[in-house]
């Protein structure tokens, strides 16, 4: 059974950084997600987009995070990465990673990002 594990989410200040990561595993050979990305989700508001990365290296990300987030995908397996800076409390949410292959999406089980002011 393919899972998609997060890890690096935390308690920041407004102004820190932090550093999302996320791997894919139960995967069979040959197994590929395409795109990867990250999408978050605040209390009493709908899950939105944050960034994808295909593995051709395009990458899409919201306005609201433009400048301040990179997305990259491993050169190894089905990983993706978040580097997040500038990080205000805007961002708190719970972080979920995502993949998607022959149009089935995955979806990790998410890590609280918090930031306060």
């Known amino acids: 059974q393919v899972q998609l594990v997060e890890s690096g989410g935390g308690l920041v200040q407004a102004g820190g950084s932090l550093r999302l990561s996320c791997a894919a595993s139960?995967?069979?050979?040959?197994?590929?997600?395409?795109?990867m990305g990250w999408f978050r989700q605040a209390p009493g508001k709908q899950r939105e987009l944050v960034a994808t990365?295909?593995?051709?290296?395009?990458?899409n990300y919201a306005d609201s995070v433009k400048g301040r987030f990179t997305i990259s995908r491993g050169n190894v397996g089905n990983t993706v990465y978040l580097q997040m800076n500038s990080l205000n409390p805007e961002d708190t949410a719970v972080y979920y990673c995502?993949?998607?292959?022959?149009?089935?999406?995955?979806w990790g089980q998410g890590t609280q990002v918090t930031v306060s002011s």
């Open positions: 990365a295909t593995s051709g290296g395009s990458t």
């Open positions: 995502h993949g998607v292959r022959n149009n089935l999406h995955y």
């Open positions: 139960g995967t069979p050979f040959g197994f590929s997600l395409n795109p």
